[in-house]
Nanobody, 127 residues
Framework: VQLQASGGGLVQAGGSLRLSCAQS????????LGWFRQAPGKGREFVAA????????YYADSVKGRFTISRDNAKNTVYLQMNSLKPEDTAVYYC?????????????????????WGQGTKVTVSS
């Protein structure tokens, strides 16, 4: 599985960006698709995820109401629409694929349960 993330950049606070993650090399029919981020000097944290079977979505509290995750099976792509961006959203954003069933939210947010990772795309939000 190869994941190619794109769409990062520099934006002012209050602005919007849409990240994309294109998957190749294996069927797109994985269990879950997600986004994590890593701010400078910090560990990687969960941002959002979508379940393939029923399109259920999960969000970190810090982005609820501002970010939206979606997917396009025909294009083998998952998106992260980010609105009302804040300087604290500045980070490298990584897309990921989970191939095994994740039964609880605690597993969804734990990066150790995700199997494949993209290379990351940098988002910088200026104040």
């Amino acid at each position: 599985v190869q994941l190619q993330a794109s769409g990062g950049g520099l934006v002012q606070a209050g602005g919007s960006l849409r990240l994309s993650c294109a998957q190749s090399g294996r069927s797109f029919r994985n269990y879950g698709l997600g986004w994590f981020r890593q701010a400078p000097g910090k560990g990687r944290e969960f941002v959002a995820a979508i379940k393939r079977s029923d399109d259920s979505t999960y969000y970190a509290d810090s982005v609820k109401g501002r970010f939206t995750i979606s997917r396009d099976n025909a294009k083998n792509t998952v998106y992260l629409q980010m609105n009302s961006l804040k300087p604290e959203d500045t980070a490298v954003y990584y897309c990921a694929v989970a191939t095994k069933i994740l039964l609880s939210l605690s597993r969804w947010v734990d990066e150790s349960h995700w199997d494949f990772w993209g290379q990351g795309t940098k988002v910088t939000v200026s104040s």
